[in-house]
DNA sequence: TTAACTAATCGTATATTTGCGATATACAAT
DNA sequence: ATTGTATATCGCAAATATACGATTAGTTAA
């Protein structure tokens, strides 16, 4: 077994999971801070900083990609990246709006 | 090989990466908002809500508890949980910490 | 004490993720 | 045309995650 059940849930708490999912592995978390510290970067760029051989950094980049938080796009012979604000708002609005509900909440 | 190389980042990616791999299933969502909306819950309302087996949502909620984000005591033969406040205030604020970067890139 | 109940843990199957070398593709420079 | 460079993809191995039935341990009820 271990068929995956995760299509049974919210439709809202599959979104959050998915995003939160993005953010799971520091390789990512790190991706996303350099580009938004150098706005833009070129895949090598981003290989450089991190301590992944170059086919595991284009994974996490395709990962990323995939869940709408980057995009890229080829410049000559590079692939450029840079953050997808659109996609973040949404999850940074997600996310807040679960976060007030934990805040309401008075556990001792 | 494989073997994980997490520990070679930065500790705060590691610490972001943690706490959203805690929140990056959607069963795990869905007990955190159950309990924000009831303050506490034994287990057994927490899998009446979920469809999982019981074995697999004690699995998820000793999950939480490892990442510090829910706390759980023994009541009487029921396993009472709750939100750990504490911890949720850490996350979110790494979460804006983390979010206040993007916002400032301005990609096109 | 026995029976019923609650929840954790064990064992196991399967799926997914992580990581990398090797290769393929596409462009740039010579 | 050949060579070099950048990056994506393939194929594989190992690690981790997901899911659940069965069992265990503890608590309450009879």
């Known amino acids: 077994m271990a068929a995956s059940k995760k ?5 809202e ?7 939160a ?3 799971s592995h520091p390789a990512r978390v790190a991706i996303i801070k350099t580009l938004a510290k150098k706005n ?6 981003i ?10 950094v284009s994974q996490h980049l395709s990962e990323l990609k995939k869940a709408g938080l980057i995009q890229g796009r080829v410049e000559g012979q ?12 949404k999850f940074i609005k997600a996310f807040s709006k ?6 309401s909440c008075d556990c001792r």
């Open 7 to 11: 299509e049974q849930f919210d439709k």
């Open 13 to 19: 708490d599959i979104e959050l999971a998915e995003f």
């Open 21 to 23: 999912k993005a953010l």
């Open 40 to 45: 833009e970067c070129v895949c090598g760029e």
């Open 47 to 56: 290989v450089e900083v991190l301590p992944l051989a170059q086919a595991t």
């Open 78 to 89: 590079n692939s450029c990246y840079c953050l997808d604000q659109k996609t973040f708002d």
């Open 98 to 103: 679960f976060s007030e509900k934990i805040k």
